[in-house]
C-alpha cells in the first residue's frame, strides 16, 4: 500500500519557518517529481512547489518564490519544503503529492497519489 505521509506543520508567528517533511512508503518514488500543494479554507488547492526526479530542478508558484525551498532525498525516499519568512496568507492545509512522470507538473489532477496533509498556521 502506497503512502505518503507528511510532518512538521504547526502553529508559527508570521515571519517564521518551519520544515514540512513527506515519508514514502510501498514503493520507491526516486523516478518520479513530487509536488506540493496546499488549500486553504473556501479556496482551491492549489500548487506550492516542485521538484523532478533528480531533485536538479525545482518549481515554485510566485507567492512563495524566494521565501520556500523543496529538496529531495531519494535514498530515504523523502521530500522537504522549507518554509521561511511565514505570512498569514501561507495558512492551509499542506499536502504531499507523488506523479507519474519525471517532470513536475502544476495540476492537481496531474497527481496520483497524495498525502493526508498537515495544518500551517501562521499568525499575525
Known amino acids: 500500500q502506497v503512502q505518503l505521509v507528511e510532518s512538521g506543520g504547526g502553529l508559527v508567528q508570521a515571519g517564521g519557518s518551519l520544515r514540512l517533511s513527506c515519508a514514502a512508503s510501498?514503493?520507491?518514488?526516486?523516478?518520479?517529481?513530487m509536488g506540493w500543494f496546499r488549500q486553504a479554507p473556501g479556496k482551491e488547492r492549489e500548487f506550492v512547489a516542485g521538484?523532478?526526479?533528480?531533485?536538479?530542478?525545482?518549481y515554485y508558484a510566485d507567492s512563495v518564490k524566494g521565501r520556500f525551498t523543496t529538496s529531495r532525498d531519494n535514498a530515504k525516499n523523502t521530500v522537504y519544503l522549507v518554509m521561511n519568512s511565514l505570512k498569514p496568507e501561507d495558512t492551509a492545509v499542506y499536502y504531499c503529492t507523488a506523479g507519474d512522470t519525471r517532470v513536475v507538473l502544476a495540476k492537481a489532477s496531474d497527481y496520483a497519489y497524495w498525502g493526508q496533509g498537515t495544518q500551517v498556521t501562521v499568525s499575525s
Open positions: 521538484i523532478n526526479w533528480s531533485g536538479s530542478s525545482t
Open positions: 510501498g514503493r520507491t518514488f526516486s523516478s518520479n517529481a
